[in-house]
């Protein structure tokens, strides 16, 4: 039961790392995808992590869901062709995504967003609005398969959120 993590240079370290940890303590298996296979990503506060995957290996149907820690990572990787067509295989297969803070930027991008109940870090929020989704000012907005938070402070309300959603859609 793995769980995709898409990541760009500075990701927001604690948006990746708290959500990646509770997985694990759930019995689930995080894994990282970044530009290249066995690449460096360094977070936005010095943590780095490797990528277990490219974009181009990533075969959504491996995965049970899809997270998308925030900072300025989503802002660097948004355009690249495999990670919008990444999220919207998601989105078609109606698997979990979670996305929190700058992470929405990324479903912008994939055109996934219209119609959407939604929140964001509060810098993007007329982004979100464009796309066509409803901003909603909450610490987590859960609409069908996307889970969505603000910031680092809603972490708790994210991460519960992510585990219910894991817990119900076991593969």
């Known amino acids: 039961m793995k769980?995709?993590?898409?990541?760009?240079?500075?990701?927001?370290?604690?948006?990746?790392?708290?959500?990646?940890?509770?997985?694990?303590?759930?019995?689930?298996?995080p894994v990282i995808a970044g530009k290249e296979r066995g690449g460096?990503?360094?977070?936005?506060?010095?943590?780095?992590?490797?990528?277990?995957?490219?974009?181009?290996?990533?075969?959504?149907?491996?995965?049970?869901?899809?997270?998308?820690?925030?900072?300025?990572?989503?802002?660097?990787?948004?355009?690249?062709?495999?990670?919008?067509?990444?999220?919207?295989?998601?989105?078609?297969?109606?698997k979990p995504v979670a996305a929190i803070c700058h992470g929405p930027q990324i479903l912008i991008s994939a055109g996934v967003v219209k119609g959407r109940k939604m929140t964001s870090v509060s810098s993007i929020k007329d982004d979100v609005i464009a796309a066509g989704g409803e901003y909603?000012?909450?610490?987590?907005?859960?609409?069908?398969?996307?889970?969505?938070?603000?910031?680092p402070g809603d972490l708790p309300f994210f991460a519960s959120s992510l585990i219910k959603m894991l817990k119900g859609k076991k593969m």
């Open 3 to 29: 769980v995709l993590f898409i990541a760009g240079d500075e990701f927001e370290d604690i948006e990746l790392l708290y959500p990646f940890y509770r997985i694990i303590e759930e019995g689930f298996k």
């Open 136 to 151: 909603v000012d909450a610490p987590v907005v859960e609409d069908e398969n996307l889970i969505s938070s603000r910031h």
């Open 40 to 94: 460096k990503i360094i977070g936005k506060h010095g943590y780095s992590v490797i990528a277990d995957v490219s974009f181009s290996e990533v075969k959504v149907e491996d995965y049970l869901a899809l997270v998308i820690p925030g900072g300025r990572g989503p802002e660097k990787i948004r355009t690249l062709p495999e990670v919008k067509e990444i999220t919207r295989k998601f989105f078609e297969l109606k």
